[in-house]
Antibody
């Protein structure tokens, strides 16, 4: 069974940093692109970026809205996905999800339960 | 960036009623994907590659469309179908979602 479990959220002050983690299980982690997606309360999801699979060299792509502030990485020995967020703003307040991209197509076939990040003083 | 506009924003349907949700793209896309989200839960893949039901999705759900206009149809509304539905595309960075249609039970 595919499982994705995020952790690391909470309250952070504007201008601060936070790292989110996502523990993956139930599938061959290195075969899949992994994504971060966020969703402010009552709003639509926003794709933040992905890190490619082993076959594609684990390279990254980001939404221009967060490029330069957010960094996605993975530890393939631990089946972990990370999102490092810097210079946080109030508008970054949202539930953050990790999601697996389907093996060969651009849709998200599994999502984690999400972790809340609140940016406030 | 390709903008996806969903309509209606909110609607209510009675059990047994046919429901059609629409997603329009600001530029042509090759495929559209749909997600169902219930309150307090993560989105779930519902329809992929325009017209394929994800695992476990009832066959009363169908998807269609091409170019800039796509739709999700429920042939006969059931209680459990009340949820918010989002469309999503990948044509170029960034992958984008529509604003969602909240479907309520009448």
């Amino acid at each position: 069974e595919v499982k994705l479990l995020e952790s690391g959220g909470g309250l952070v002050q504007p201008g601060g940093s936070m790292r989110l983690s996502c523990a993956a299980s139930g599938f061959t982690f290195t075969d899949f692109y992994m994504n971060w997606i966020r969703q402010p309360a009552g709003k639509a999801p926003e794709w933040l970026g992905f890190i490619r699979n082993k076959a594609n060299g684990y390279t990254t792509e980001y939404n221009p809205s967060v490029k330069g502030r957010f960094t996605i990485s993975r530890d393939n020995t631990q089946n972990m996905l990370y999102l490092q967020m810097n210079t946080l703003r109030a508008e970054d307040t949202a539930t953050y999800y990790c999601a697996r991209r389907s093996f060969s197509r651009h849709y998200f076939d599994y999502w984690g339960q999400g972790v809340m990040v609140t940016v406030s003083s | 960036e390709i903008v996806l506009t969903q309509s209606p924003t909110t609607m209510a349907a009675s059990p047994g009623e046919k429901v059609t949700l629409t997603c329009r793209a600001s530029s042509s896309v090759s495929y559209m994907h749909w997600y169902q989200q219930k309150s307090g839960a993560s989105p779930k893949l519902w329809i992929y590659d325009t017209s394929n039901r994800a695992s476990g999705v009832p066959n009363r759900f169908s998807g269609s469309g091409s170019g800039t206009s796509y739709s999700l149809t429920i042939s006969s509304m059931e209680t459990e179908d009340a949820a918010t539905y989002y469309c999503q595309q990948w044509s170029s960075n960034p992958w984008t979602f529509g604003g969602g249609t909240k479907l309520e039970l009448k």
